[in-house]
């Protein structure tokens, strides 16, 4: 069987340059193409990274491309990884996966028809931070998890990005933007979600563009942005998550877990490194256990300094597990359970109603360090 599977982009905006960056560090995959509804984007990029631009057609019968990466907005989701699976392909979806169970169900009914896989962002909780977080609770440190806490808030991205209008519309807002790295996450460290209830509202009803090139321009909300939810887990564990972009300034931790044994902090589910902090009881533990994952290593500047960026991780770990006929992590199952979980929220947000979550899924498995090192090429 061929060493690396070729792989297409379908969907050339802003997110495209991470995969087209970050791709060649990976074995197992190597981006041949690129394709988006817009030509004109499609070939800037195929330029930018020597690589050749198709129309979407194209682009699905090309018999060099393996899996579809799918990085169109969220609505078109279903539609192309639909496309891409009657055309044999494997896909790899950018986060949310779907917006509805029955087109997870469909997409993953023609897959397993088909005879191929279906994977998906966000692969951040293969990070060098959470997989330590992950190895401290499977360790027993802190003892069993029983509750916690996460928040993702802010004041919205019409402040930044060029075009913001998507994030606020059905599809978006913080809870389906932002919150499939916190659910994911929640989901590989403690479990799947039972039921989920939660309040919500829209305090702005219309949003003033301050980025440029729109600067000025209004944008209608159509989605909650501040949603307060609890989530209670399969194994009891009762979490707090507080999805806003209406806050300008706040002091939450970005995740706190609570066990039986002591806490545990976990850093921006967001970012694949960062500072994990324990106690033991309610004292700190200054000793860590020596982890040195290389998902952890900063690699990019960002405005506030090195970070470490891995995406495509959850990419290669799909690629090197269909040659390998093994599982891979960032799972199609993983992927509709956090929709359902998330989702749900919305839905108990607007009906009041205490929610039950109706799918199920194993945790993934733990991505340790010589997992990862495997992950990447050597030279």
């Not at 197992?28 to 979407?56: H, L, P």
């Not at 990005?161 to 807002?173: E, I, Q, S, T, V």
């Not at 916190?182 to 509202?201: C, D, E, F, H, M």
């Amino acid at each position: 069987m061929a060493a690396k599977l070729g792989v297409g982009i379908v969907g050339c905006g802003n997110i495209s340059t991470a995969y087209l960056s970050l791709a060649p560090m990976f074995r197992g995959i190597e981006i041949r193409a690129c394709a988006d509804i817009n030509a004109a984007a499609a070939q800037a990029k195929a330029t930018e990274f020597g690589i050749r631009a198709e129309t979407v057609d194209g682009l699905m019968a090309a018999s060099d491309i393996d899996i579809v990466v799918n990085l169109t907005i969220p609505t078109a989701h279903y539609a192309v990884s639909s496309m891409a699976v009657e055309a044999g392909k494997h896909v790899y979806s950018e986060k949310p996966f779907i917006l509805s169970l029955e087109e997870g169900a469909a997409l993953l009914k023609a897959a397993e028809n088909k005879g191929v896989r279906i994977g998906s962002a966000p692969d951040t909780f293969l990070g060098g931070a959470h997989q330590f977080a992950r190895h401290i609770i499977d360790d027993g440190a802190v003892g069993r998890i029983t509750s916690g806490t996460c928040f993702v808030m802010s004041h919205g991205m019409e402040h930044w990005h060029p075009n913001p209008d998507f994030f606020f519309k059905p599809g978006a807002g913080p809870v389906l933007d932002v919150g499939p790295y916190y659910v994911t996450n929640l989901i590989q460290l403690i479990g799947p979600v039972k039921r989920v209830v939660a309040l919500s509202s829209t305090p702005a009803p219309e949003r003033t563009i301050t980025s440029e090139p729109r600067h000025g321009e209004k944008i209608k909300v159509e989605t909650p942005t501040t949603v307060h939810s609890l989530l209670e887990f399969e194994n009891g564990a009762t979490v707090m998550f507080g999805a806003s972009w209406d806050v300008w300034h706040h002091t939450h931790n970005n995740m706190e877990l609570y066990g039986e044994a002591g806490t545990i902090q976990v850093p921006d589910p967001n970012f694949f490194g960062g500072e994990v902090s324990v106690t033991k009881g309610a004292e700190p533990v200054e000793a860590l256990p020596e982890w040195n994952h290389p998902f952890a290593v900063p690699n990019e500047k960002h405005g506030s300094g090195m970070a470490a960026n891995y995406r495509a991780a959850g990419l290669a770990d799909m690629a090197l597990a269909i040659l390998d006929n093994r599982p891979h992590r960032c799972s199609a199952e993983l992927a509709l359970h956090a929709v359902d979980v998330m989702t749900s929220i919305l839905k108990a947000g607007e009906t009041g109603n205490c929610i039950s979550i109706s799918t199920r899924c194993e945790r993934p498995a733990p991505l340790g360090v010589e997992e990862a090192k495997a992950l990447l090429k050597t030279t």
